[in-house]
Nanobody
Framework: QVQPVESGGGLVQAGGSLRLSCAASGRTFSTYAMGWFRQPPGKEREFVAAITSSGGGTRYADSVKGRFTISRDNAKNTVFLQMNNLKPEDTAVYYC??????????????WGQGTQVTVSS
């Protein structure tokens, strides 16, 4: 079972950057695809990005393509989300989770506490 713990959020001005980390426990981390999701205030949770178990394949929501990059370090059981050129509409609580890279992406397990990202204009 993969238990993720998200970190790296904060307050940043529009145009700035943040790097989120997701540390996951479990010996089988390297065998799972992982994804990032976010929940803006007052809205439903939405898919942001996903990466295959090996890291060789990625998928992004249209709203973040070209600005966000997902990566992983299987030796450290960690997934990252590099967020550049942040916009106020990126403000949300960000979560990571094990996923299945189907269309749409399917997530597994329970949600963690997430990490808050706030982008000021």
């Amino acid at each position: 079972q993969v238990q993720p713990v998200e970190s790296g959020g904060g307050l940043v001005q529009a145009g700035g950057s943040l790097r989120l980390s997701c540390a996951a426990s479990g010996r089988t981390f390297s065998t799972y695809a992982m994804g990032w999701f976010r929940q803006p205030p007052g809205k439903e949770r939405e898919f942001v990005a996903a990466i295959t178990s090996s890291g060789g394949g990625t998928r992004y929501a249209d709203s973040v393509k070209g600005r966000f990059t997902i990566s992983r370090d299987n030796a450290k059981n960690t997934v990252f989300l590099q967020m550049n050129n942040l916009k106020p509409e990126d403000t949300a609580v960000y979560y990571c989770k094990r996923v299945l890279l189907t269309t749409p992406v399917v997530d597994f397990g329970s949600w963690g506490q997430g990490t808050q990202v706030t982008v000021s204009s």
